[in-house]
């Protein structure tokens, strides 16, 4: 089993920036990729980025690319997002998720979300 922890989240004025992580932990963890999602309320859950583990090459939603950086610490076992410039819209619950294997794509393990909410 893997379990994801994610922290950072909180309150942040429009503009402002906030730093979020996930610490993975449990078996060797060696996935093949890791992202971040976000669900806002009423809303389905959409993806926000995703990095492979080894090769570092990310990929992100359109609404974020330019203003969110996803990295990871490998011999941490950590998944980071850097988040600038920051939107109302942007509010919602961020969740981290660990994707096993380049041959099914899924994200196997999910974290339990936390909280960024963003005032204008």
């Known amino acids: 089993q893997v379990q994801l922890v994610e922290s950072g989240g909180g309150l942040v004025q429009a503009g402002g920036s906030l730093r979020l992580s996930c610490v993975a932990s449990g078996r060797t963890f060696s996935p093949y990729a890791m992202g971040w999602f976000r669900q806002a309320p009423g809303k389905d859950r959409e993806f926000v980025a995703t990095?492979?583990?080894?090769?570092?090459?990310?990929v992100y939603a359109n609404s974020v690319r330019g203003r969110f950086t996803i990295s990871r610490d490998n011999a941490k076992n950590t998944l980071n997002l850097q988040m600038n410039s920051l939107k109302p819209e942007d509010t919602a619950v961020y969740y981290c998720?660990?994707?096993?294997?380049?041959?099914?794509?899924?994200?196997?393990?999910w974290g339990q979300g936390t909280q960024v909410t963003v005032s204008s």
């Open positions: 990095i492979t583990w080894s090769g570092g090459v990310a």
């Open positions: 998720a660990a994707r096993l294997n380049i041959a099914t794509p899924r994200f196997d393990y």
